[in-house]
């Protein structure tokens, strides 16, 4: 009986230990993939011009408000297809919302590594910067920058990087010192490696994990803040359109065509909760500390 049993435990198949994706992040993920595969193919799916005005058909009602196939998702206040600006504004999101999110993170992670590798004052004064960043609320730096600079679609989205970039420099300020302190950036480094190369080479690779991690908690902060701008009149402007934009222009017709501001309110919603869901998935795989 004893040989019997031992040699079952033997040939028993060992049960796998690999955590299953819940429900919610498998939604998310597909959520996400039709919004990028949206902002991707824009131009090729529109069914008509974003910018074409037709009074005639103005505040037409979306299908299930009693509209027609003509307009599925409704027109705006100057009988502009709402199905039409709303892909175009998906692609300009999700383009300022990448793009502020890597330039930020490129900005925050050289000046962490820059302050882990030099040390001294000038570490010191990169923490100062950092904290002053942290501590300044961004609606006024907003406002203050596109009051003395002026709004353009470039200085929009590095004004937008300036959001959370501390944030991406204390992490990697914090992680490059631990890895400098471990053997293999310092085995490198006195093999002659230039620092530049144990950076890039070495040490990245080892925080990458977490950085992706931040920059997809990032990522929807950015499209809020957008939106809220451009819900002000200081973020995107005509004939471009965004999200935030489309909702600034429905405000004043909630009351009587409401589906102009709740329709991009709830693409911004849930593009949102997607983000913030895989974030969340990403960090408790990441993070052997949750585990």
């Not at 050289?110 to 004052?121: C, E, K, M, N, T």
């Not at 009051?147 to 992680?175: K, P």
Request: charged share 10%.
């Amino acid at each position: 009986m004893l040989q019997q049993s031992t040699s079952e435990a033997l040939t028993s198949k060992p049960t796998s230990t690999r955590p299953r994706t819940p429900l919610l992040v498998h939604m998310a993920l597909a959520y996400l993939a039709v919004f990028v595969t949206t902002a991707a193919v824009a131009q090729f799916i529109i069914p008509y011009d974003p910018a074409a005005i037709d009074l005639k058909a103005r505040l037409s009602p979306p299908i299930g408000w009693g509209g027609s196939l003509a307009h599925p998702f409704g027109t705006d206040e100057l009988g502009r297809d709402m199905l039409s600006r709303l892909v175009l504004s998906i692609q300009m999101s999700v383009s300022i919302g990448l793009g502020a999110t890597g330039l930020g993170a490129m900005v925050g992670t050289s000046l962490g590594f820059i302050a882990a590798h030099l040390r001294g004052w000038i570490e010191q004064a990169i923490l100062a910067l950092i904290d002053f960043q942290a501590t300044m609320p961004f609606l006024i730096l907003a406002l203050a920058v596109l009051a003395f600079i002026g709004n353009s679609l470039a200085v929009f989205v590095c004004l937008l990087a300036l959001h959370g970039w501390e944030r991406y420099a204390r992490i990697a300020r914090s992680l490059a010192i631990s890895a400098n302190a471990q053997g293999y950036a310092s085995a490198v480094r006195q093999l002659g490696a230039h620092p530049l190369h144990v950076y890039w080479r070495h040490i990245l690779p080892n925080v990458a994990a977490t950085l992706i991690v931040s920059m997809t908690i990032s990522f929807p902060e950015i499209i809020l803040v957008e939106s809220g701008l451009s819900f002000l009149g200081l973020g995107v402007q005509p004939p471009s359109t965004s999200l935030g934009a489309m909702v600034g222009y429905g405000r004043d017709y909630l009351a009587r065509a409401p589906w102009v501001l709740m329709m991009p309110s709830l693409v911004i919603s849930l593009m949102a909760l997607s983000v913030s869901l895989i974030g969340d998935w990403l960090r408790d795989r990441f993070d052997g500390t949750l585990r």
